[in-house]
């Protein structure tokens, strides 16, 4: 059903005004994959929290304002009146969705199917593919580290639970946790390494 109705909304819905293909390309050749992989992406913008939330259902909390359904290469985005906002949030979405078509392949009897990767991963990949961390954002982490309330980057698995305040930092602490290991290892080599093991965990210990 969610399928169906995204499918309907790219139809009657409007496209926003396209990152430039440079931001596509640079998303692309991050992960090393074809400078076009974003091109068959629909992009459906909506008008208002309660059109996002019909499309997205479970898949966006409350205080979200944008979610990438990358099996049927979709994202759904929230006008907030600020085109630079938009085009921010439509960044991140698309990261969310090239990072997932890294990792998803075809089995030998042709399915698709995807490696399975932690929440933190996942979101600080955008983040950093987005263009790295707003200032609100790293001042919320600052104040974590200074009182002692930083968040095991597993929990990030129930971030669509947490209140607003708290999911900004865990989306801050996600960023720099994947901003730390692009140090040592560029992330299309590492997503390469996770293709090879075909797990998270041992591609990315090797």
């Avoid at 708290?166 to 140090?183: G, N, P, R, T």
């Amino acid at each position: 059903i969610l399928t169906i109705l995204l499918i309907f909304a790219a139809v009657f819905a409007y496209r926003t005004t396209s990152p430039a293909p440079r931001e596509y390309s640079a998303i692309c050749s991050a992960l090393n994959l074809p400078q076009n992989c974003l091109d068959d992406v629909n992009i459906v913008i909506v008008d208002n929290s309660h059109e996002l939330h019909s499309l997205s259902g479970s898949a966006i909390p409350e205080w979200g304002v944008g979610v990438a359904f990358p099996d049927v290469k979709t994202v759904v985005i929230l006008n907030r009146g600020d085109l630079s906002d938009v085009r921010g949030v439509l960044i991140h979405e698309l990261a969310h969705i090239a990072l997932h078509k890294k990792l998803t392949g075809t089995t030998t009897n042709g399915e698709q199917s995807a490696i399975e990767i932690p929440r933190w991963f996942d979101e600080g990949v955008a983040q950093m593919l987005s263009g790295g961390l707003e200032v609100h954002r790293q001042a919320h982490l600052a104040w974590a580290v200074l009182w002692r309330n930083v968040i095991p980057l597993e929990a990030l698995e129930y971030v669509n639970r947490f209140n607003s305040p708290k999911a900004q930092i865990a989306y801050a602490e996600a960023h720099d946790a994947v901003l730390f290991l692009s140090e040592f290892c560029e992330l299309g080599a590492l997503c390469d390494s996770i293709i090879e093991a075909d797990d998270f965990t041992t591609g990315f210990a090797d």
